[in-house]
């Protein structure tokens, strides 16, 4: 199993930035790929991008392309720079890891927690 620990959520304006972190422990060698997904109130959970471990490519939903941002460091952890944010970006994120890299939440296996991220307009 891999525990997934996110943080960095809070209440921002619109066009402000936040960076959100997710650390991951425990058998981390199994992650293949790491992705974020999110969670409006009364929708259903939305991807919004993933990132290959090793090759360090990222892929993102058409949503945030541009103004969002995957990244990883050397200790495990995952970041998503989120910039330009917009009312509608408002959610709870969740980070995910998986050994395949889809859109499709059911394929990942290992969830963290979720942070919220409310943004006023």
């Known amino acids: 199993q891999v525990q997934l620990v996110e943080s960095g959520g809070g209440l921002v304006q619109a066009g402000a930035s936040l960076r959100l972190s997710c650390a991951a422990s425990?058998?981390?060698?199994?992650?293949?790929?790491m992705a974020w997904f999110r969670q409006a109130p009364g929708k259903e959970r939305e991807f919004v991008g993933h990132?290959?471990?090793?090759?360090?490519?990222t892929t993102y939903a058409d949503s945030v392309k541009g103004r969002f941002t995957i990244s990883r460091d050397n200790a495990r952890n995952v970041y998503l720079q989120m910039n330009s944010l917009k009312p509608e970006d408002t959610a709870v994120y969740y980070c995910?890891?998986?050994?395949?890299?889809?859109?499709?939440?059911?394929?990942?296996?290992?969830w963290g927690q979720g942070t919220h991220v409310t943004v006023s307009s």
């Open positions: 990132i290959n471990w090793s090759a360090r490519s």
């Open positions: 995910a890891a998986g050994v395949v890299g889809t859109t499709d939440s059911r394929t990942y296996d290992n």
């Open positions: 425990g058998r981390t060698f199994t992650m293949r790929y």
